[in-house]
């Protein structure tokens, strides 16, 4: 079992950064995958980005790759998502979470803990 904890969020204009963190317990994190999504009221989850279990591969999605940095920290059982360049179409809420595989996924149906959820608001 996995329990994640989002933190970091926040409102702020147009081309600010920000860094989310998410804490996870349980001993099992250093083999898990991590994922960031956000998701807008109305719209489905969407897929931000990954890491594998040791941090040697990540994904993107094509809105965040070059102003997105997905990062984890396994002594700390801790993952990452520095934004910069934020826009006005980053706003929504944020979630953590974890695969019980080693490799990345895009896919919400393939991760199986979840955090609570951050809300970015960036204003333009």
């Known amino acids: 079992q996995v329990q994640l904890v989002e933190s970091g969020g926040g409102l702020v204009q147009a081309g600010a950064s920000l860094r989310l963190s998410c804490a996870a317990s349980g001993r099992t994190f250093s083999s898990t995958a991590m994922g960031w999504f956000r998701q807008v009221p109305g719209k489905e989850r969407e897929f931000v980005a990954a890491?594998?279990?040791?941090?040697?591969?990540?994904n993107y999605a094509d809105s965040v790759k070059g102003r997105f940095t997905i990062s984890r920290d396994n002594a700390k059982n801790t993952v990452y998502l520095q934004m910069n360049s934020l826009k006005p179409g980053d706003t929504a809420v944020y979630y953590c979470?974890?695969?019980?595989?080693?490799?990345?996924?895009?896919?919400?149906?393939?991760?199986?803990?979840w955090g609570q959820g951050a809300q970015i608001t960036v204003s333009s």
């Open positions: 890491i594998n279990w040791g941090g040697a591969a990540t």
């Open positions: 979470a974890a695969r019980r595989y080693h490799g990345t996924s895009r896919y919400t149906d393939e991760y199986d803990y």
